[in-house]
T-cell receptor
Framework: NAGVTQTPKFQVLKTGQSMTLQCAQD?????MYWYRQDPGMGLRLIYY???????DKGEVPNGYNVSRLNKREFSLRLESAAPSQTSVYFC?????????????FGEGSRLTVL | AQRVTQPEKLLSVFKGAPVELKCNYS??????LFWYVQYSRQRLQLLLR??SRESIKGFTADLNKGETSFHLKKPFAQEEDSAMYYC???????????FGAGTRLFVKA
């Protein structure tokens, strides 16, 4: 019962470095999401994928790219990391094509950009 | 535009006291509203959704469209209720779930 799995759990980067956060779900869900969590600001949607083959911008997409590799996997890439991207990142998935139900979350990935 | 506002960053109550976590939203259509909870060292998880009109762990929440609110209530708080609570809104027929800033509830013995 893995649910939503994110890797890595922790990462420290220097300004300008790139990295990819990986997310995989084993619940056969159609929709997947990336959020960032910052103190006092809650969770903010970065990108989402309503279904395999589609991706769309959320509230705070600048500085990020995503790939919906297949139905199971949805990755988030930082091409040139900045200190403002220091955050905890959460991947989530939901069952239907229409996001009218429960989101299932991963454990989070803590990223620090120096 | 969608917006969810949780005015309290921190709420501290004594065990056995009533608790109310406030949530106000802004949305022009018919929203779907949720409360999520994050206990220490656990994943963020759904607590309840307005469409189900359910009570989970003694918590209830009523959607008030006139006041655009979805406050979370429990008549008698327990220490195990201490957690971070997030109110969330999904636009009907859409794909975006927007979260509030969260309220940390601390229940004192």
């Amino acid at each position: 019962n893995a649910g939503v799995t994110q890797t890595p759990k922790f990462q420290v980067l220097k300004t300008g470095q790139s990295m990819t956060l990986q997310c995989a779900q084993d619940m056969n869900h159609n929709s997947m999401y990336w959020y960032r969590q910052d103190p006092g600001m809650g969770l903010r949607l970065i990108y989402y994928s309503a279904s395999e083959g589609t991706t769309d911008k959320g509230e705070v997409p600048n500085g990020y790219n995503v790939s919906r590799l297949n139905k199971r996997e949805f990755s988030l890439r930082l091409e040139s990391a900045a200190p403002s991207q220091t955050s905890v990142y959460f991947c989530a998935s939901s069952p239907g094509l229409m996001n009218t139900g429960e989101l299932f979350f991963g454990e989070g990935s803590r990223l620090t950009v120096l | 535009a969608q917006r969810v506002t949780q005015p309290e960053k921190l709420l501290s109550v004594f065990k056995g006291a009533p608790v109310e976590l406030k949530c106000n939203y802004s949305y022009s259509g018919s929203p779907e509203l949720f409360w999520y909870v994050q206990y220490s060292r656990q994943r963020l998880q759904l607590l309840l959704r307005h469409i189900s009109r359910e009570s989970i762990k003694g918590f209830t929440a009523d959607l008030n469209k006139g006041e655009t609110s979805f406050h979370l209530k429990k008549p008698f708080a327990q220490e195990e209720d201490s957690a971070m609570y997030y109110c969330a809104l999904t636009n009907t027929g859409g794909f975006k779930t927007i979260f509030g800033a969260g309220t940390r509830l601390f229940v004192k013995a």
